[in-house]
């Protein structure tokens, strides 16, 4: 093995392409492979703008858009992997090219009083008009 490549990282030159779900794992986009593929299966996986199942072969050079747990990805294919790698080394499969996240207040919806399920006070208030 030539210095400077990690174990499981193939060189981009002779190997063609790798299965979709494989590279997903592999890249730690997704926990397992499972999880990969079922997010192709679900439609969740785009590869070069087109929706694409488990199976579909993965490139160098091409541009993935997933949901992921983590949120939407926008990816593109720097090298390849089949088997899943160290986080240092699964960031070098792939170079980021995904939105910032929403601030912090857009993540935490807040619920305004009187939405939802009453309180225990509430309860009460309602139990007492309804008995008398």
């Keep these: 093995m030539c210095q400077g490549q990690h174990p499981g ?3 981009s030159e002779p190997v063609g392409a790798v299965r979709i779900d494989r590279w997903l794992c592999a890249s730690r986009i997704y926990k397992s492979r499972t999880q990969a593929t079922e ?3 679900g439609g969740h996986v ?3 703008g087109a929706v694409v199942r488990p199976s579909h072969a993965v490139k160098v050079g091409d541009r993935v ?3 992921a747990p983590r949120g939407e ?3 593109e294919v720097v090298a390849l992997a089949e088997k899943r790698l160290s986080p240092p080394a699964a960031r070098e ?3 980021d090219h995904s939105p910032p996240p929403p601030p ?3 993540r935490l919806a807040i619920r305004e009083r009187g939405a939802g399920r009453p309180t225990k006070a509430d309860r009460r208030a309602l139990e ?3 008995d008398g």
Aim: with cysteine; aromatic share 4%; proline share 4%.
């Design 9 to 11: 990282v193939l060189p």
């Design 39 to 41: 997010a192709c299966a």
């Design 46 to 48: 785009r590869l070069n």
């Design 65 to 67: 858009r997933a949901l």
């Design 73 to 75: 990805v926008v990816l």
């Design 93 to 95: 499969l792939y170079a």
């Design 104 to 106: 912090r207040e857009e």
């Design 128 to 130: 007492r008009l309804r």
